[in-house]
């Protein structure tokens, strides 16, 4: 089984950054992707960003934060992965979640509900 657990988020203003770690523990070499998810107030929960820790580094990339959202980890180990939030509006506004599978779809992406192991989240919260 894989712990996760995320920090790094909080408040700032629009145009602001911030960046959000989530340290992951347990049986962390079985993690083919991991990816970061979003809940943002009157919507659905979002996959925003992903990546592949057995792909090469592939990522993934929502067209919600495309441009101004990166993924990365720590020299493709498992143990650390952030996302680093540039140019943050209002709409941003929500609760992340750091998720990881450890499904291995032959070289397609992940899908959504691959994802079963995941984090308690952390409050980003954007002000105008």
């Known amino acids: 089984q894989v ?18 770690s989530c340290a992951a523990s347990g049986f962390i070499y079985s993690i083919i992707y991991m990816a970061w998810f979003r809940q943002t107030p009157g919507n659905e929960r979002e996959r925003i960003a992903t990546i592949g820790t057995r792909a090469g580094g592939t990522v ?8 101004r959202f990166t993924i990365s980890q720590d020299n493709g180990d498992n143990t650390h992965m952030y996302l680093q939030m540039n140019t943050l509006e209002p709409e941003d506004t929500g609760m992340y979640y750091c998720a990881a599978t450890k499904r291995w779809r032959s070289g397609y992406p992940p899908e959504d509900q691959d994802f079963t192991d995941w ?10």
Not at 4 to 19: H, I, K, N, T
Not at 60 to 67: E, I, Q
């Open 3 to 20: 712990q996760l657990m995320e920090s790094g988020g909080g408040s700032v203003q629009a145009g602001g950054s911030l960046r959000l």
């Open 60 to 67: 993934y990339y929502a067209d919600s934060v495309k441009g």
């Open 119 to 128: 984090g308690q989240g952390t409050q980003v919260t954007v002000s105008s």
